[in-house]
């Protein structure tokens, strides 16, 4: 399993701010090892952002995202307190979920 995700959510009046750091290795498929066999591809597919049970964030990525990729996006309807749960799963079917307490 992937390492733990950093997620920072911090609201100003009723905007929320959410930063998130994923660590994985989100490899395109494209690259060769050093034998000279294509890396099979393995990215972050899909990543969900919850607030309870109300979708605040749907993504869905491709194989041009960067490794360990970092996102930020902006939502209104949360309070101070409230936990924020972010999801994603992989072409592979790993998934990784975590939450951060907005503050």
């Known amino acids: 399993m992937a390492d733990p995700m950093r997620i920072r959510a911090s609201a100003t009046g ?3 701010e959410v930063k998130i750091l994923m ?3 989100m490899e395109t498929g494209q690259r060769k090892d050093a034998a000279g066999k294509l890396v099979p591809a393995h990215f972050i597919k899909t ?3 919850k607030v ?3 979708v605040v964030f749907d993504a869905n990525f ?5 490794k360990d990729p970092f ?5 209104k ?3 101070k307190g409230d936990k924020v749960t972010v999801t994603w799963v ?3 079917g790993d998934s990784r979920t975590d939450e951060g307490t907005i503050t």
């Open 14 to 16: 009723e905007l929320v």
């Open 62 to 66: 491709g194989p041009s995202v960067s």
């Open 77 to 79: 309807g949360a309070a």
């Open 52 to 54: 309870g049970e109300k």
């Open 71 to 75: 996102l930020s996006f902006k939502f």
């Open 90 to 92: 992989d072409t592979v």
């Open 47 to 49: 990543l969900v952002a």
């Open 23 to 25: 660590r994985h290795d």
